[in-house]
């Protein structure tokens, strides 16, 4: 909590050097923060409410943040220092139109943002400053994706000759490395979901492991025959029990392509001696894989085509995310009529490696389109924005994060009756907004109708001229 | 130096946990460093030397760090730095390829790069983080070009109502944020030249005081007739001499059109009665506000137009400060062939915003071309790459500027003769550079043939694919 206030003085400052002379002139005395929970254990649905009272300016009272719950309390600062303004000309922080008196809550419980790791890595500065950003806004999961086909960036110590497929000797992060990011972000309120994508996506495992490849010439999705290849998924877990604490760790199981099962000889062999086919084995292996995270204490989050796929046979304990369905198109509403969890990412809307996809498709896009039976709406936990990482490395995933994702964030944070019917109600506040993310060091495009735009032209923040040239995304 | 030293071992990590128990086996103890001189001021021309000499791995003793200066000595923790790798197997800190002994000093005494807060305003974090990448590069004078026609953002306290000329009441900088920028960079060996661009590129000026306009109609360059400008001008300075300690102030005098002058009633009568056109007027415009500076102890800078224009008339305490003239055409040579010093920013290679100028333009460009005689050579102080801020902002700021910059940053600190004759001697250490920038969190794009690029598909740091698509500068 010292370390949330601390931060919270470096934001409101923004750089700029106080008069410490007029610290009691006419100004607040100070926050009296109340915490009811000693516990500041961060999991999943944990109380994030927050009340904050700020008298007028000139009382020289205190302001007042009542939170169950440290991390509610976070969000209170949080809110704080966004009402905070730096007074150039007496040099103090000003508290804009005081009094306030706001009561506040999510609407959502997971409100994440999807980092990839293995289409490029990315440094271990890159991923804290998309966290500080994140708590800005009130998210409060990062989904990292951390492995893919491209490469196997991170350390597995059950398996150590995993991160042979890194892409080089540098591009690694070691379990320590993991803890301290998991560590970085719980500070902040925030949860991290690990993912390995399995079984397709997975061909970076075989670099280290080759005998989890079909053959060599074949190489994904993972051998489904093979009894090592589930021994690895279970290292791989336990390992991540040891660090990565959220309450739910993610399978993927997306995109999977079963060819290499019925061409390789052996697995061919396999699925005629278990009388299956491929998109049986897929079931088997996606089943298999869940029942090895359960006893490893996790719950798990899969993507939506294993729902589509073999719905009814996934665990209860399973939250179906939503990509390629269209908001509203079914899937969401069939998988929670079905009594299934889902998370929200519909890639025309929520994908963020998208540069066509507006900041106002980013805010109107509501995960309870088409969702009107309250026990189902209650299983729809939130939403997740997606920066897929073909195109996104250090030099530019700031910019293409940022504003859009804020524009979800307000959409995933705010009661549905509160939010604005129209864009134009958003546009000022989120620029705006934009302006005070570059003032603390976030490197946020303009508010165009492209993601990652720049300046068109000299002028303020506050009224930026922006490009309409579509970029090559 | 501790602050220096403390950032080293940050940089060295770069994030990654370090196993303590193992920091005695066949490792350095540590590193000596002796530093000469006991003052500790940073002034242009001070000796930048440093030899370094690193002993084998394994050998359990000190390397050594020799300098004269503080300065010379962060130069060489910045070299040790960059010889350092995190190894991800035993999760220590490798020098790599030891033993070294180097002895280096810079060729060129002055290594700028100029940023621009009057086309948009950059919020400190974001310069600050500019000086950070300056010290990696060696890079030794950040050029503020401060105010310009479209905003006015420093706070002058000598005439208050001037910043009346920023974007908004958020975009400004106090003197007290002024003088931060100087020491933060003088902590990492980097001087501020603070620039006022005049008697053009001055129109902001007025939105505080009209008086400084010609007419309300007709608003630049600055009144050459009314004594109160030059009043306005030697407050600046004055305000600025407390702040601003190094050697050279800028005061511009680029892209002066003299026909606000020569219409305006009142001028036009001045100009009469001083028997002046609008060329003499500008002549004696820049030679007053020379004298103005000198009298606060300041030598001073200026745009190449006012030596070509009327160099004879110039203080023998001018650095011309080239950006026209392409490299090796002349203007250089005239210049330093009558004695005044030179600065080079020749635009067609060494202007950051122009995306299509190649990172190869910005390596090969030689400030010393067709200046043969070592006396006139030396008058070349060096050189300096210039990001103008039109469509540069916040959120591009770092990855247009880099690695661009990293190329004439290594022509301007090594020896001619140790240079690289081809850019394909360079391509492979300049994309490494790169990789090490985004591992330190600074946004570098991919090496690339135009600015600001981005990945065009996935694949390692190390050998990063790009697009060649044309971006809208």
Known sequence: MKGGFLRLLDLVEAGHAIDASKNNVGLLKGLHIVISSPDDTLQYGIDESYDLYIPSNGDSVYAHLKAQTVYGALHGLQTFSQLCRFNFITKTIELQRAPWSIADEPRFSYRGLLIDTSRHYLPLPTIKKVIDAMAYTKLNVLHWHIVDTQSFPLEIPSYPKLWNGAYSGAERYTMADA????????????????EIDIPGHALSWGIGY????????CQQPLDVSNEFTFQVIDGILSDFSKVFNFKFVHLGGDEVNGSCWETTP?????LHKHQMNASEAYEYFVLRAQEIALSHGYEIVNWEETFRNFGSKLSPKTVVHNWLDRVGGGLVQKAVAQGLRCIVSNQENWYLDHLDATWTQFHMNEPLTNITNPDHQKLVLGGEVCIWGETIDASDIEQTIWPRAAAAAERMWTPLDQLARHPREVRGRLSRFRCLLNQRGV?????????????AGPGSCYNQLYNYIVQKK
């Not at 803890?179 to 690990?194: C, E, F």
């Open 179 to 194: 803890a301290g990011i998991v560590d970085y972000a719980r500070r902040r309120g925030i949860n991290i979901l690990a």
């Open 210 to 217: 080759p005998q989890l490849w079909p053959s060599p010439s």
């Open 266 to 270: 052996h697995i061919k062999d396999w």
């Open 443 to 455: 490197a946020a495009a303009p508010l165009s109708w492209l993601g990652r735009d720049v300046p």
